[in-house]
């Protein structure tokens, strides 16, 4: 083995371990704290994450069990859920479009906290009902905030992120989403598993992590307002990739 001649300076710095000294690598800094929060996480990415989080912990904690309360506890006939789902999706549908055009022209924020809030309504209020009825309004008006909060929503998440960084925001995004409905899902789980009998009760809970996320819509998230800029640089190219796409799920459908 042949070793290079060091000065005392390398030789206190050697790492004895390998013929390689902290003086032949590359320099890198070693102060403490100095770990950069990429620059696509900013603090509306964070705070919308947290709550997606959140509702949709909320949200799991009830959705798998709503059959079973619907035609268990209340006795009402199966064919009511299709009912139940068909008019939620359909009212959080038509509501995109026009908080869509909405949201291009400001009052971003307030529709977010409105759409999350009347979520957050909807689940005290469906461990009070007595009837199938109230079940279905109180469903529909959970999609209804679900349908005047996604298209703001999503436009206060790339508010201040750079082009190229947006893959990484909804990623995370919807990585955040999906974690929830596995935490609400194994959170009621738990309740159920604790002696819980009542559905009724893992209900109430649900609306704990509600609250929680109103809180942080409230304290965290901003609208940096304005409108939103348009690009007719590949409106021709995308309107025909759109009619490909519907043409195909038509067809997929029949």
């Known amino acids: 083995f042949f070793f290079k001649q060091k000065t005392a300076y390398e030789i206190r ?16 800094s070693r102060r403490r704290g100095s770990i950069r929060r990429p620059s696509w996480l900013t603090a509306n990415v964070l705070a919308l994450g947290l709550v997606s989080l959140l509702n949709d912990g909320a949200s799991e904690m009830i959705a798998p069990l709503l059959p079973i309360f619907l035609t268990g506890t209340l006795g009402g006939a199966p064919a009511l859920l299709g009912l139940v789902e068909g008019a939620a999706d359909a009212s959080a549908a038509v509501l995109k479009l026009f908080s869509g055009y909405i949201a291009e022209r400001g009052g971003r ?18 461990a009070t009902v007595g009837s199938a009825g109230p079940v279905v309004a109180l469903r529909v008006t959970d999609r209804i905030g ?14 201040g992120v750079p082009k190229e960084r947006l893959a990484s925001v909804y990623g995370f995004h919807r990585a955040m989403d999906h974690a929830g409905a596995v935490v609400g899902a194994f959170a009621a789980w738990l309740l159920l598993r ?10 109430l809970w649900s609306t704990v992590p509600s609250l929680v996320l ?9 609208d940096p307002g304005g409108a939103l800029p ?21 067809l997929k459908k029949k």
């Open 194 to 203: 604790s002696g819980v009998e009542d559905l009724r009760t893992v209900f």
């Open 146 to 159: 679900k349908g005047i909060r996604t298209t703001p929503r999503d436009v206060l998440l790339v508010a």
């Open 230 to 250: 348009r690009s007719e640089e590949h409106t021709s190219e995308l309107q025909s990739q759109f009619r490909i796409s519907y043409a195909v799920f038509c």
């Open 13 to 28: 710095n050697c790492d004895w371990s390998s013929d390689v000294c902290s003086s032949d690598l590359p320099k890198v």
């Open 109 to 126: 924020r307030p529709m977010v906290i409105l759409g999350y809030g009347l979520a957050a309504l909807t689940r005290p209020l469906l």
């Open 214 to 222: 109103l809180v942080l819509l409230v304290v965290l998230v901003r």
